[in-house]
């Protein structure tokens, strides 16, 4: 079935760039997706981007997909201790009804 | 704008008991899932539900049952309870149409003892 990976652990110094990776196995998904959790907290949709699409840009937050290798990243720039979270990539498939498949989640940590 | 709320937010139950989650949406969502997090696991699909009355297996069903009489409202059910079953449990929504993202609530940690 469809694979979702990503690193377990990240860290970073405050005002530095983060680059979170997650590769996946599918080549029929359709669309791919960044979440955040906050501790205590749900699950919060950060970005997407579609899987006909290299670069998708929200502000601070820039998302890469190579279909080629099946590799998202989810660059967040000027990273803030407010960042500090466990981010989650998923992905749709195209034989899939609705359902995502997620990766284990890379926690973030930002230092000051 | 309520949205996705989730109740009781902690529960501790025994072994053996029956325990009920709530989920309740506002936004008329088609879509209802339920999921289950642990350390190591990620988030891993429980059930999920297309339409009031309409249900199927996740990737983890067995020991849970659901039921959506209405489109808000989908609760998961522990029939009876076991300490592999101790688990932070999400419910998500999501519409029909669209780019397919969903939406959470806070989240249930169930502690079963």
């Known amino acids: 079935g469809e694979d979702v990976e990503q690193s377990l652990f990240l860290s970073v110094r405050e005002g530095d760039s983060s680059v979170i990776n997650c590769t996946y196995t599918d080549s029929s998904s359709t669309y791919l997706y960044w979440y955040k959790q906050e501790p205590g907290a749900g699950l919060q949709l950060l970005t997407y981007i579609f899987s006909n699409m290299d670069m998708k840009q929200d502000q601070r937050l820039t998302v890469l997909l190579n279909k080629k290798d099946k590799h998202l990243s989810l660059r967040i720039a000027d990273t803030q201790t407010g960042d500090s979270a466990i981010y989650f990539c998923a992905e749709k498939s195209s034989g899939s009804a609705r359902q995502l498949t997620f990766g284990s989640g890379t926690q973030l940590t930002v230092l000051p | 704008d309520a949205g996705i709320t989730q109740s009781p937010r902690y529960k501790i139950t025994e072994t053996g008991r029956q325990v009920t989650l709530m989920c309740h949406q506002t936004?008329?969502?088609?879509?209802m899932f339920w999921y289950r997090q642990d350390l190591g696991h990620g988030l891993r699909l429980i059930y999920y539900s297309a339409a009031a009355d309409i249900t199927d297996k996740g990737e983890v069903p067995d020991g849970y049952v659901v039921s959506r009489s209405k489109t808000e409202n989908f609760p998961l059910t522990l029939e009876s309870a076991t300490r592999s079953q101790t688990s932070v449990y999400f419910c998500a929504s999501s519409e029909s149409g669209g780019t397919y993202e969903q939406y959470f609530g806070p989240g249930t940690r169930l502690t079963v003892t």
């Open positions: 936004w008329s969502h088609s879509y």
